[in-house]
């Protein structure tokens, strides 16, 4: 799905930021609050270990999720929303909620 | 770029609703009121006639976009939002202008 005349309008680059198969879904299950790498894991079925570090790690180059390392016996990390992340499901929630409600059939199978 | 997940949540439908090159521009460029179809025509510069159509008719199809035929000499055809199609707008507008002040620079360029 190709959005280049919208760069200037900004469409294109925040469907870049979202875009691939798991990064809306990882943003939604963030909404919330934080949550630790295992239970993200837990909450996106299919998505192997490799691939959701990877996604986490691009999402935080992006300045969309914020990793905290607990110093805890054991050590574990967490991952969280920055405002601007909390900012991006709000208006990506909205887009869903109008395919839920509007969007034809035909749209509706991948 | 695939959102597969995300069908059931309507992230997904709603993409292919607004998908390709075009049509967020026509649904932006609809969304202060109806336009004659050569005016569209001039509001996005590189479309051709028959693209143009074929968008509209399927922005119709989806029930984002309504024609009306205006039994003028000449005759002349105007396109509008519907309500769903102005929802539509304001959904795509939130994430076009977070791209806009949160995308990274990478996500900037097609």
Redesign the interface.
Known sequence: ???????S?????????I????K??LI?ELHEGPVRFGELRRRAPGISEKVLMQQLRELE???VVSRHVVREKPLWVEYELTP?GQ??N???H???????????SH????
Chains 1, 2 share one sequence.
């Open positions: 799905m190709k959005f280049p005349l919208s760069d309008c900004g469409l294109g680059p925040a469907l870049r930021v875009g691939g198969r798991w809306s879904v939604w180059a992006d300045g601007a900012k991006l709000d208006a990506v909205t887009l869903a909620l109008w395919g839920q409600e509007h969007a034809p749209a509706r199978t991948g």
